[in-house]
């Protein structure tokens, strides 16, 4: 039996080869101007290609909130997007992370997300990368034009943080240098509570600047983790803090590796036992250790709704941006409140120059020492110039042609850097290894 004929019915597409309609929502904001439109807006096909065949976005993290955003950019016109991600997929992460299947468990989260992103929307290209942040160079990270962080820890936020804030180079006068700005979003949930805060290197605060923002982690006495463990949270810690090095000193414990979180488990489930205590699971463990509050859907959603129209707005200026924290809690109704936090003028990372005094009869050497005092944290074996390039003291091969200048006052060498005549004030340019980006010190001597 011959089957009816069937008309094919034809898609009609662009030039650019999308479906003839298929960004209407976005020509709206795109092709045509208005009384909220950011400053420099030129509404037009140009800004429509630059969003769609230029900008280049980086997303950092595919959990959670990296999948919500990875839809979100994707179905908003950006068609050139890479993740990043070292993490590969957990039953657990189902019940939110909705581009993963059960026959996607322990595989990387970064090459199944871009997959399905792929698969769903039409001309988008998602290049995915299964490693830690780390590994890649700083370079690397120069050439998105925007980074949007989906991260679930300080420690990676503020690593991000002096990656961006390494390319942001001054102008004499202090002002940032607009063509070394990288711009960066960051977003964040913890339960039903969550940030979006659009950062912009030498203009609005960075990671470091706000740092107080975040609460101290919560921490047990040792006391009561070693004799008399109330809750599975104390089993679990017992056995991370206290039974890991005794057992296996030796050995640095990984908190991302499964190996070792099941050793933590199986120990802290036999203290449980022990003391008649329950609750002691592997997804628990898990949470304690990574400190990890359980996520909630619907706050992914938000936080990243609000993180990928920051992007549209940075990449087209069609509306003014963010101004510059957003902060979100739906556990007792929906709340919503923006605020427009303030730079640290002596960030160490993101300021035109961190100040400090020191006595005016220090030698280079005393200098050297203050500053490995005041940066122990960030410097340990410090290069030390001037703002013109001056070099004053210089780790490896220029090391003996510089190392006189170790005994000679700072006073002698900032004023003979300056012009001749004894100088009070001056800046100093500080490298060492462990900076992503040169430390700027404005040095008073008094």
Sequence with gaps: MQPPDVKM?????????????????LDYLLLRGGPLAGPGFEPGEDTKRLLMDVMHVLVVGAGGLGCELLKDLSMSGFKKIDVIDMDTIDLSNLNRQFLFRTHDIGKPKAIIAAERVMERVEGVVVTPHYCRIEDKPDDWYEQFHIIIMGLD?????????????????????????????????????????????????????????????????TTFPLCTLAETPRNAAHCIEYAHLIQWGNERGDEEFDADEPDHLKWVYEN????AEAFGIEGVTYSHTMGVVKNIIPA???????????????????????????????????????????????????????????????????????????????????????????????????????????????????????????????????????????????????????
């Design 9 to 25: 019915q034809t898609i009609e597409r662009d030039h650019r080869g999308d479906i003839v309609g298929r960004w209407q929502d």
């Design 153 to 217: 820890s300080l420690e990676a936020r503020s690593y991000m943080n002096a990656v961006a804030c390494s390319f942001l180079r001054f102008e004499a006068d202090g002002t940032p240098d607009q063509s070394t700005i990288k711009p960066m979003i960051d977003g964040g949930t913890e339960g039903w509570k969550g940030h979006a805060r659009v950062i912009l290197p030498g203009v609005t605060p960075c990671f470091q600047c706000t740092m107080w923002l975040f609460p101290p982690q």
């Design 268 to 271: 802290a489930l036999r203290r």
């Design 296 to 446: 909630i859907p619907s706050t992914n959603a938000i936080i990243a709704g609000q993180c990928a129209i920051e992007a549209f707005k940075m990449a087209t200026m069609c509306a003014k941006g963010m101004d510059n924290f957003m902060m979100y809690n739906g556990a007792d109704g929906v709340y919503t409140h923006t605020v427009a936090y303030e730079m640290d003028p002596d960030c160490p990372i993101c300021s035109p120059g961190v100040a400090m005094e020191v006595p005016k009869e220090s030698t280079l050497s005393d200098f050297i020492d203050a500053v490995v005092d005041k940066f122990k944290d960030r410097v340990a074996l410090p290069s030390i110039s001037t703002s013109n390039g001056t070099n004053l003291y210089m780790r490896g091969v220029l090391e003996e042609a510089t190392r006189d200048n170790l005994t000679r006052k700072m006073s002698v060498l900032i004023g003979e850097d300056q012009g001749g005549g004894e100088k009070l004030e001056g800046l100093i340019i500080v490298n060492d290894k462990k900076l992503k980006g040169p430390l700027r010190v404005r040095l008073t001597l008094t």
